[in-house]
């Protein structure tokens, strides 16, 4: 099964977050606007993946009839579900200007556990998920 597309969304998933990043380290407050547009960005980018995966991967893995890949696919989605939902919240904490500036420290600390969480999941399907499905054409 060719992962290439899903793998270019991670790319840029990634890159969103270190734009988010080096916005975060030059100053939450100072830069609360660009800031603000960078999660809304990094949120556009992850709905987008996890919407694809959704409609075509998952469906794509259950028409292989691969017991273990099934099962693999199913494990990686239901995990999702919990980090989905706290990305969500993240985003909808997080997605105003006002918010960053008024917190910036709760921001850091949302950020340092979410997004982390989030780059952890995107090299495990980096590593782990993409690989195994790349092998069971």
Known sequence: ?????????HTDILR???EMRDHSK?????????LSRAIM?????????????NKVLYPAIHALQDPDMTALAQRFQD????LAQAFDDFCRRWRSAK??????????????????ALHQR???????FY??????R
């Open 1 to 9: 099964m060719d992962t290439s597309r899903f793998v270019e969304q």
């Open 99 to 116: 918010a960053l500036a008024a917190d910036p420290e709760g921001f850091r600390s949302d950020a340092n556990t979410v997004i982390k």
């Open 16 to 18: 969103a977050i270190k």
């Open 131 to 136: 690989p195994r499905l790349t092998a069971s």
């Open 79 to 82: 995990e999702m579900q919990g």
């Open 41 to 53: 960005k990094l949120r556009s980018r992850v709905g987008l993946h996890l919407t694809t995966e």
């Open 122 to 128: 995107i090299q495990r399907e980096n590593t782990l």
């Open 26 to 34: 030059a100053g939450v407050a100072e830069n609360a606007q660009e």
